[in-house]
């Protein structure tokens, strides 16, 4: 048995959860799965997975194993096809991250269309606001909203999201409507920090040739972008979000904009992906297509 077909084996215990069902769907022998498991793990000098009566689980070093040799597998897949007429199927698996509300207001509506044209691939979308570790976490490509930080990944920029202030109309009943920075000294805002315990940069506006940040308080922080919408509905205070973003809300009236001449500078948006010599083609199409689907919500960076 060679090496491609022990990962083969592994990927099959791992998915079905047991040595006989993975015999079964692969017509081996269960002493089969079970021999080429064992060989493997001591071949590896560690246990891939925790064995019980009823359940067959993986380890923590049989979960970075899995996603290693699953991506493997993949990128065996397309090689085998990458000198057929037409390139060859994409196959396999893709996993990206990206801000839950992009997710689920831009890309999955679209996604129908992008599996259509490629029915063998399958995707896992991470949808968060933490900054998931791309290399060890095993993701293809991720989607990053505002200034990178330094970093070894190799950055696609994608444009820019526009910001707005905004405040329920509830909120501005009971503390009025600013009309200047100075206004806000008697006004309340949600405070937003990945990290919660970080300090919030405050209210940031235009100030001449750059942007400042105007400390204020507010009794609430939140570290994701659907809880941030949702202080601001209640009347917490005011956001400062993506345009695209509050347009619903905007048009529902559970939301209104406020300083339109002090916006926030625009963030800029990122395909960022790992350095690797051939990236899998699998990969190169599906960021083309995404940086397709965000562009109408998007500015072109300054």
Known sequence: MDSLDTLR??????????????????????????????????????????????????????QAFYERARDLLDDMDELHGMFQRDGGALRGR?????????????????????????????????????????????????????TLEDSSLVARPLGAMRLI???????????????????????????????????????????????????????????NGAAYEAAAVAGLGIIQAPATAMQARLAAGELIEVLPDFRPPAMP??????QRRNLPRRVRVFMDWIAQVLEPHLEPLP
């Open 269 to 274: 948006v990122t395909l960022l992906y790992a």
């Open 94 to 146: 893709l996993r990206v991250d990206m801000p839950a509300g992009m997710a689920s207001m831009f890309v999955i509506p679209r996604l129908p269309e992008f599996l259509d044209r490629h029915p063998e691939l399958s995707i896992e979308i991470s949808g968060t606001d933490r900054r998931v570790d791309v290399v060890r976490e095993g993701f293809d490509c991720v989607v990053r909203v505002g």
């Open 9 to 62: 084996i592994v990927l099959r215990v791992a998915e079905l959860g047991g040595f006989a069902r993975a015999a079964d769907s692969l017509e081996l022998s269960k002493a089969a799965v079970s021999i080429a498991v064992q060989r493997l793990e001591a071949s590896l000098g560690t246990q891939l997975f925790h064995r019980t009566t009823r359940r067959v689980q993986l380890t923590a070093d049989g």
């Open 165 to 223: 202030n905004c405040a329920s109309p509830g909120y501005l009943r009971r503390h009025g409507v600013p009309r200047t920075i100075d206004d806000l000294r008697d006004h309340r805002l949600v405070h937003y920090a990945s990290t919660l315990g970080q300090r919030p940069l405050g209210f940031e506006y235009p100030d001449g040739a750059g942007h400042a940040a105007m400390p204020m308080a507010g009794a609430v922080t939140v570290n």
